[in-house]
């Protein structure tokens, strides 16, 4: 097994939805014909951590929820995959040791 690392190309600046694509990838020509799963991790957090609205607005409090529902959360797009299924996996994600693991939802006794 081979695992090799790629950057992405700037066109994901561009966008307002910022999830990688395979498009993104630079090579990607190559990188999609030669692999057998290409996927990628993203973090929703990192974005809206750069682009905090004015304290107090409206704006502020939508961005604010947003902030709460993705803290130390990340998804893994499995972009491709030849021999499976292709989708995306929410995991929690502990960005101070760098590791994954399996959310875990609250839930309410009745």
Known sequence: MEVAESQLSRAVEQRSDK???LSDLRESGSIEQDSDIV???YQDEYYLSRSEPDLGTPEH???QEKQDRCFNTAEIIIAKHRNGPV???KLHYNIRY???GNIVKNSQQG
């Open 87 to 89: 989708g995306t996996v």
């Open 98 to 100: 760098s590791k994954f």
């Open 61 to 63: 409090m939508e961005w």
């Open 19 to 21: 999830k990688p694509i």
């Open 39 to 41: 996927m990628f991790i």
